[in-house]
């Protein structure tokens, strides 16, 4: 009996153990809530560009979107600039992953925080936008240069 639970022993004890390192995953918390603030900035700078295009204040400045976007047209491409950016940071992440600099084993989340900050940076403008008394033309049927009223982002804008 002892000599067969030696041997199991000596089985058990000198068999090879797998030597495979665990596999970490691309697509962790970190990389979901970097792309969920990216895509929350993206969204917050598209709904601020419409209302601020409505109100007849501004033009969008990406050459992507048109001088004067419509709504549907902001949400779609906007969410296919999203879409591409999070793939690129998919990619940027599972490729540098294991290298060993810091800087580029960064690299996706130093990326998506340029693109949060340039959403934020845009946002920011766009609610600035109409100042006092600034008369810009009108880019409503009917209505010729008006003042520009402040914005209360509030209520609905409603063109008149």
């Known amino acids: 009996m002892k000599r067969t639970v030696a041997v199991i022993l000596f089985f058990l004890l000198c068999t090879p153990v797998s030597a495979e390192p665990k596999k970490r995953r691309v697509a962790?918390?970190?990389?979901?809530?970097?792309?969920g603030a990216l895509t929350a900035a993206a969204f917050v700078d598209g709904y601020s560009s419409h209302r601020c295009l409505v109100a007849s204040t501004c033009s969008e400045r990406n050459p992507l979107f048109g001088k004067f976007p419509s709504y549907p047209r902001i949400i779609l491409e906007g969410g296919g600039i999203v879409a591409a950016e999070s793939l690129s940071l998919y990619y940027l992440k599972k490729r540098n992953r294991d290298n060993k600099a810091w800087g580029w084993r960064n690299l996706w989340w130093m990326t998506a925080a340029g693109a949060i900050?340039?959403?934020?940076?845009?946002?920011?403008?766009?609610?600035q936008l109409p100042a006092e008394s600034r008369r810009v033309p009108s880019l409503l049927p009917g209505r010729a240069d008006a003042a520009v009223e402040p914005i209360d982002w509030n209520r609905p804008q409603i063109p008149r």
């Open 117 to 127: 900050a340039g959403h934020t940076v845009a946002t920011s403008k766009n609610m």
């Open 28 to 35: 962790d918390k970190k990389f979901w809530f970097m792309v």
